[in-house]
């Protein structure tokens, strides 16, 4: 299991600041301190594979951890290595609004941006 302090593009996935105070703010809504993001790479979606981002408190001693401030972020090996040099970010306005996935590794994605290959 990987400890990173600061994002750096070997790293998992990146948050971005704005990401990392949303993420915060949800985890304290939960009232669990100990919740984790989870960052995962499934099969499926309509361009062949897509993201999955939860609260959770399981980490295996194979994922890798990264911490942003005060938000910790999980990502499971095989996710990983679909996630190297992507960013988390997160939007509030009236258009793009929610969070999104820069991900460099994706060379097609689909129109929801839910899904990429």
């Known amino acids: 299991m990987s400890t990173q302090t600061d994002a750096n593009p070997t790293d998992a996935i990146a948050l971005t600041d ?3 105070a949303k993420v915060g ?13 989870r ?10 594979f ?13 994922d890798v951890l990264q911490s942003f401030g005060d938000v910790r972020v999980v990502v ?3 996710s990983a290595s679909l ?5 988390l970010d997160f939007k509030d306005g009236l258009t793009d609004a929610g969070f999104s996935i820069n991900n460099p590794n994706a060379t097609r994605t689909c ?4 899904s990429f290959s």
């Open 76 to 78: 499971d090996p095989a």
């Open 83 to 87: 996630l190297v040099g992507a960013t």
């Open 25 to 37: 703010e949800l985890i304290r809504q939960e009232g669990n301190p100990d919740l984790a993001l």
């Open 111 to 114: 129109g929801c941006g839910q």
């Open 39 to 48: 960052v995962a790479v499934r099969p499926g979606g309509c361009s062949g």
């Open 50 to 62: 897509s993201y999955e981002m939860f609260f959770d408190t399981d980490v295996a001693d194979d």
């Open 18 to 20: 704005t990401a990392t």
